[in-house]
């Protein structure tokens, strides 16, 4: 077979090509910078001073409910529904193919928790992961990142107006701040609960 | 805040709920049976058995893209796109939180993988990956698995049924098997080859 073309080469798993004026302008990695890592099984009160920092916080509010050394997670600020969360790491990493070995581990991991947190906040026990690459997929914001999307059970006018939004056409509400406090809170709490009630990495593998 | 519901703590984690029924009709239960896990930093050649099964295989032909113990990929028979790709675990796991935090992880690391090697066999840049929890997210196979779908250029209608079309509405066309071969190849090499091109884990991981 032919060899891979050069210019697919060159941008395949090369975290170093990114300018830091692409980071300055970046509003994820404005977040990475403002909210530091925690322990997600013990994460900070509500009230505490990691999750509610000062005057420079971001507008909109930014509710995390997940944050590592490698990745940080938080509510969608337009959520196609309630509980629509993202995950992505700290660095400013345009696509998947950007992200390190040891990113992209962590974020599967993660997406596992998440989805399972976020299902017990709110109650719908169906829900999409989607992570788009580049304007031709609908990315908008150039910091690679997952979704969680909760889908409850719609009507069929609706499901098709989710579905359009989802790939950036069609409007989206913004967050209700009142109410996103409490939810990201309990998919914090959540978080931890499943990370307390998980057997040792070791004893969870299948035996093959 | 009021402890998750027990509906909802009872299907977190739980990979040992389902029933031998549900994996003995299962498709992707199925390939995976039928085709072994191989060093996907050194995949056997098109020609040989590990790919070409005898008369069990399944029909429609299976063109196996990665085979670890815990993984298993492959093109998509119904593509929305040429170069779209399914990753899922080897054990029948419904949805992403029944899956081990082994195989999440795994799934996580791959994904960054396929996700090159496809845009390099493809010359396609953009792409989406799509994971579908439960029939509300239009999941239609019963075991979890990731799509990667290469998004070439559309002119605005043909994107628009493209969008439709992911999330189940619309027509998606066969596989063409002739073209599907040496497309298989193609990414099988990529893998190869992006994985040599590795740093070793440690030095990857960005100084945090």
Partial sequence: MAPPSAAAAQSAFDPGLHHAHDSASCPFCRIAVIYGPYDPADPPAAESDALNPDASAPNPATFVVLSTPLLVAFLDIMPLSRGHVLLCPREHRPKLTDVTAAEAQEMGG???????AVAQATGVRDWNVVQNNGAAAAQVVPHCHFHIIPRPELRD?????????MFGRGTREDLDEDEA????ERIREAVAELLHGEAPPDSSKPKL
């Fill in 110 to 116: 993660y997406l596992r928790v998440l989805s399972a």
């Fill in 157 to 165: 006018k609706r499901s098709e107006r989710f579905t359009a939004t």
């Fill in 181 to 184: 406090a409490p939810l990201a």
